[in-house]
């Protein structure tokens, strides 16, 4: 079993629409939760960054952890079609050298 | 402007040829990490260093090599012995180990 599991999809949304992305974790471990937004063929980059349970918002998006469950969801509100991407989430241990990245969700937002 | 440079963007390596990945931060980081993406996947940790003249191997080490001799700076080799190179390689900074860490833009190497 991996040790953050993150579905492929392909997920298709028409413009507007709430985007809602999530990864499950295995290891109590994990401390620290993050979502890049990867374009293709170009490096991640970070959208959000969090560390304790609950919803973290940034614009038109938000974060929320429920450690409890070992799951983590992303929520972007009123998608665009600039939206279109491969989001990943990444969770890391408290004092961690690494992140461990889930297999990334591509997001289509149709116009 | 501060951020993480990588070059080259494309690179083309030959059978038995060993390629060097060049990666550069200017945003005083002490960690630095190589990863590889492969299509369709997440990312793996190849190396990963916390400290200038220190680095540690990550989950998939075998076939590459690593040097950090400056603090901006941590190039990777990929040698003759990694078999299966074609893919996208990712660097990235973060100011101490379990911190954020921010990407480099990639480099795709392709084998001719």
């Known amino acids: 079993q991996k040790e953050v599991e993150q579905d492929p999809g392909p997920l298709s949304v028409p413009e507007g629409a709430i985007v809602s992305l999530n990864c499950t974790y295995s290891?109590?471990?994990?401390?620290?939760f993050m979502w890049y937004r990867q374009y293709s063929r170009k490096g991640p980059e970070l959208l959000m960054y969090?560390?304790?349970?609950g919803n973290k918002e940034d614009g038109r998006f938000t974060a929320q952890v429920d450690k409890s469950s070992k799951y983590i969801s992303l929520f972007i509100r009123d998608s665009q079609p600039s939206d279109s991407a491969t989001y990943l989430c990444?969770?890391?241990?408290?004092?961690?050298?690494?992140?461990?990245f889930g297999g990334g969700t591509r997001v289509l937002v149709k116009p | 402007d501060g951020g993480i440079t990588q070059s080259p963007k494309y690179l083309f390596r030959k059978e038995g040829q060993n390629v060097t990945l060049s990666c550069e931060q200017n945003?005083?980081?002490?960690?630095m990490y190589w990863y590889r993406q492969d299509p369709g996947q997440g990312l793996r940790l190849i190396y990963y260093?916390?400290?200038?003249?220190?680095?540690q191997k990550g989950d998939i080490a075998e076939g590459y090599s690593v040097s950090r001799e400056k603090k901006e700076s941590f190039p990777l080799t990929v040698t003759s012995a990694q078999k299966n190179p074609t893919a996208f390689y990712l660097c990235?900074?973060?100011?101490?180990?379990?911190?954020?860490?921010?990407f480099g833009p990639g480099t795709r190497l392709l084998v001719l």
């Open positions: 260093s916390q400290i200038v003249n220190d680095f």
């Open positions: 290891n109590s471990a994990f401390q620290y």
């Open positions: 945003l005083n980081h002490d960690a």
């Open positions: 990444a969770i890391i241990k408290a004092a961690g050298n690494k992140l461990t």
């Open positions: 969090t560390y304790s349970s």
């Open positions: 990235a900074s973060s100011p101490g180990a379990g911190e954020t860490q921010y």
